[in-house]
T-cell receptor, first 111, second 110 residues
Framework: DSGVTQTPKHLITATGQRVTLRCSPR?????VYWYQQSLDQGLQFLIQ???????AKGNILERFSAQQFPDLHSELNLSSLELGDSALYFC??????????FGPGTRLTVL | KNEVEQSPQNLTAQEGEFITINCSYS?????LHWLQQHPGGGIVSLFM???GKKKHGRLIATINIQEKHSSLHITASHPRDSAVYIC????????????FGTGTRLKVLA
């Protein structure tokens, strides 16, 4: 157990819908990273937050947004969902932008 | 051409064998992670390297920043090492963006 929690574990929704994925980092970790893993694209870095501020952006679509709250938990919002958004979404946390600790992931299925 | 190349893509070994997985990348980097993903999907970060060599138990990771190459070695392999191993270089682009290899699927037979 990495100490990082993600909810929900599984999510099934329809095209066009909007969902919110939640991540609680390890106690004291200031950095949160979001990743997407799909069968055809592999792992991709989406976005990083550090102590509430956006620190880096990767391959995150405009339909996706994220934020980190004062208690350091983070949410990834996915809107206007498409079939191709079906994937595993991981968050990871880090105390020092070095070693990362991954959550168990949220499996999103868009029908 | 992909920015990150891993080899081999698939590897089957007998228990006890010494295993090497290679990662080559084409961009300048400041560090590199090795990740392990088990069949259930969970990901564990094994190492973060910026130079030289690190060892943790039966796992050894090396990196040569100038040659743009890293290796992950597993000594005395065991069936529980069966997983996908992914290298993730961190480019020196001024951001914290990571890029990922496609992974090496390792199966260790008892």
């Amino acid at each position: 157990d990495s100490g990082v929690t993600q909810t929900p574990k599984h999510l099934i929704t329809a095209t066009g819908q909007r969902v919110t994925l939640r991540c609680s980092p390890r106690s004291g970790d200031l950095s949160v990273y979001w990743y997407q893993q799909s069968l055809d694209q592999g792992l991709q870095f989406l976005i990083q937050y550090y102590n509430g501020e956006e620190r880096a952006k990767g391959n995150i679509l405009e339909r996706f947004s994220a934020q980190q709250f004062p208690d350091l938990h983070s949410e990834l919002n996915l809107s206007s969902l498409e079939l191709g958004d079906s994937a595993l979404y991981f968050c990871a946390s880090s105390p020092n932008e070095g070693d990362q600790f991954f959550g168990p992931g949220t499996r999103l299925t868009v029908l | 051409k992909n920015e990150v190349e891993q080899s081999p893509q698939n590897l089957t070994a007998q228990e006890g064998e010494f295993i090497t997985i290679n990662c080559s990348y084409s961009v300048g980097i400041s560090a590199l992670h090795w990740l392990q993903q088990h069949p259930g999907g969970g990901i564990v970060s094994l190492f973060m390297l910026s130079s030289g060599k690190k060892k943790h138990g039966r796992l050894i990771a090396t990196i040569n920043i100038q040659e743009k190459h890293s290796s992950l070695h597993i000594t005395a392999s065991h069936p529980r090492d069966s997983a996908v191993y992914i290298c993730a270089p961190k480019p020196t682009s001024g951001t914290y963006k990571y890029i990922f290899g496609t992974g090496t699927r390792l199966k260790v037979l008892a």
